[in-house]
Nanobody, 124 residues
Framework: QVQLVESGGGLVQAGGSLRLSCAAS????????TGWFRQAPGKEREGVAC????????LLADSVKGRFSIAKDNAKNTMYLQMTSLKLEDTAVYYC?????????????????WGQGTLVNVSS
């Protein structure tokens, strides 16, 4: 069973930047769609970014377009979420996931592996 481990979360001031990493225990980023979701306190989990295995094309949620980017390094079995111009509303636990197809919906029929999450706390 492949495992995903996120890192890079922390406390950051509004307007700042963070880069999250998602390390996989196996070679999944070259074979599977993968992405990032987040869950803020009291809110449902939502997708923010996805990257396809086939051509490396990416999808970004409207709420993060122009501020976040997703990338992967197949050789290092690692995926990244670069976050800039962070806002208070970006505060959440961020999860990486492996999917059958890129989607922003946390559908258990589509997502077969979740990481444990890393907390991003944006302060004013």
């Amino acid at each position: 069973q492949v495992q995903l481990v996120e890192s890079g979360g922390g406390l950051v001031q509004a307007g700042g930047s963070l880069r999250l990493s998602c390390a996989a225990s196996g070679r999944i980023f070259s074979d599977s769609a993968t992405g990032w979701f987040r869950q803020a306190p009291g809110k449902e989990r939502e997708g923010v970014a996805c990257i396809r295995a086939s051509d490396g094309s990416t999808l970004l949620a409207d709420s993060v377009k122009g501020r976040f980017s997703i990338a992967k390094d197949n050789a290092k079995n690692t995926m990244y979420l670069q976050m800039t111009s962070l806002k208070l509303e970006d505060t959440a636990v961020y999860y990486c996931a492996r999917m059958e197809v890129c989607s922003f919906v946390p559908n258990p029929r589509n997502i077969n592996v979740w990481g444990q999450g890393t907390l991003v706390n944006v302060s004013s």
